[in-house]
C-alpha cells in the first residue's frame, strides 16, 4: 500500500524559510512523478512544484523562491520554501502518481496523481 506522510509545515513570519518533507512507503518514490500541492481555505488545491525522472515544474508564483528535490536513499520528497509570503499560507499536500509527466499541465495538475498524503499547515504572517 502506498503511504505518503507530510511533516514540516509551521507558522512563520513573511520572508522566513519551512522545509516540508514528504516521507514515502511501499514503493520506491524514484520511480514516481511527486509533487507538493497547496489549498487555501475557500479556493481550489493547485500544484506548487512537481518532479519527475527527467525534470522539475514550479507554479509561477513559486519560481524563485521555492525548491523541489527528492532524498532517493530515504524515500523522501522536499519542498524548499524560502521569501516566504502571507499568500502562501494553505495546508500543503504531497502527491505521488506511477505516471511521467511531460508538460507542465499534466504535471502541476492535482487530477494527475493517484496518491495523496494528509497535508501539513504553513501559515505566514505578515
Known amino acids: 500500500q502506498l503511504q505518503l506522510v507530510e511533516s514540516g509545515g509551521g507558522s512563520v513570519q513573511a520572508g522566513g524559510s519551512l522545509r516540508l518533507s514528504c516521507a514515502a512507503s511501499?514503493?520506491?518514490?524514484?520511480?514516481?512523478?511527486m509533487g507538493w500541492f497547496r489549498q487555501a481555505p475557500g479556493k481550489e488545491r493547485e500544484g506548487v512544484a512537481t518532479i519527475t525522472t527527467l525534470r522539475t515544474y514550479y507554479d509561477d508564483s513559486v519560481k524563485g523562491r521555492f525548491t523541489i528535490f527528492r532524498d532517493n536513499a530515504k524515500n523522501t520528497l522536499y519542498l524548499e520554501m524560502n521569501s516566504l509570503k502571507p499568500e502562501d499560507t494553505a495546508m500543503y499536500y504531497c502527491a505521488a502518481d506511477k505516471r511521467l509527466f511531460i508538460t507542465p499541465i499534466q504535471a502541476l495538475d492535482r487530477n494527475s496523481y493517484d496518491y495523496w498524503g494528509q497535508g501539513t499547515q504553513v501559515t505566514v504572517s505578515s
Open positions: 511501499g514503493y520506491t518514490s524514484s520511480r514516481y512523478s
